[in-house]
């Protein structure tokens, strides 16, 4: 086991609509990374969050968006959902940004219709 | 743009063969260089990485990669694989002073027993 535990597990939402996917960080995790995993595809960076603020972004619309709360756990928001945006979503956390020590969890899996 | 690149999308072998997945990025610029195993229904592990030192590196369950700078490779290598190493390989990279991982788009590993 990671620590590491997002929430939930799977989720169907249709086009259009708004999501919210939930983080759970590894005890004593001040940074956590989003990913996403299409079909066929490598995990590919979303965005970093680093003690509450973000820390670095790879290339995705601002429609993503994300929360690091005081207890270190996150949530990824994603607005205006497109059929490409079905996805395994994947958290990862760290002490510090250090990749050397990074926890995935087991993801998210959105489908959208 | 950065990337990297894994040859097979997926690569069948019986039990005791050996393997080589291979791996390339482009960058010219110092990297660290990581292996990820994805067993079914499983959170990403990391199997090993590369920061700095000797090329040759070793990870868990008798995995090991060496690195070839002039190639910008990281081919991953077993010597004899199990029935339980099947599982999908992902090799990932991280540029620079970046805080985050590139990933290829991995390498599904089946074992017959």
């Known amino acids: 086991e990671t620590g590491v535990t997002q929430s939930p597990t799977h989720l169907i939402k249709t086009r259009g609509q708004q999501v919210t996917l939930r983080c759970s960080s590894q005890s004593g995790h001040n940074t956590v990374s989003w990913y996403q995993q299409a079909l066929g595809q490598g995990p590919q960076f979303i965005f970093q969050y680093y003690r509450e603020e973000e820390n670095g972004r790879g290339n995705f619309p601002p429609r993503f968006s994300g929360l690091q709360f005081p207890n270190y756990s996150s949530e990824l928001n994603v607005n205006a959902l497109e059929l490409d945006d079905s996805a395994l979503y994947l958290c990862?956390?760290?002490?510090?940004?250090?990749?050397?020590?990074?926890?995935f969890g087991s993801g998210t899996q959105l489908s959208v219709l | 743009a950065q990337s990297v690149s894994q040859h097979n999308h997926h690569v069948i072998l019986s039990e005791a063969a050996s393997l080589e997945l291979g791996c390339n990025y482009s960058y010219g610029g110092t990297v660290n260089l990581f292996w990820y195993v994805q067993y079914p229904g499983q959170h990403l592990q990391l199997l090993l990485k590369?920061?700095?030192?000797?090329?040759l590196v070793k990870g868990i369950k008798g995995f090991e990669a060496e690195f070839i700078k002039s190639k910008f490779s990281f081919n991953l290598r077993k010597p004899s694989v199990q029935w339980s190493d099947t599982a999908e390989y992902f090799c990932a990279v991280n540029m620079g002073s970046q805080g985050n991982l590139i990933f290829g788009k991995g390498t599904k590993l089946s074992v017959k027993p």
């Open positions: 590369y920061f700095s030192g000797d090329p």
């Open positions: 990862a956390s760290s002490l510090q940004v250090d990749l050397e020590k990074l926890f």
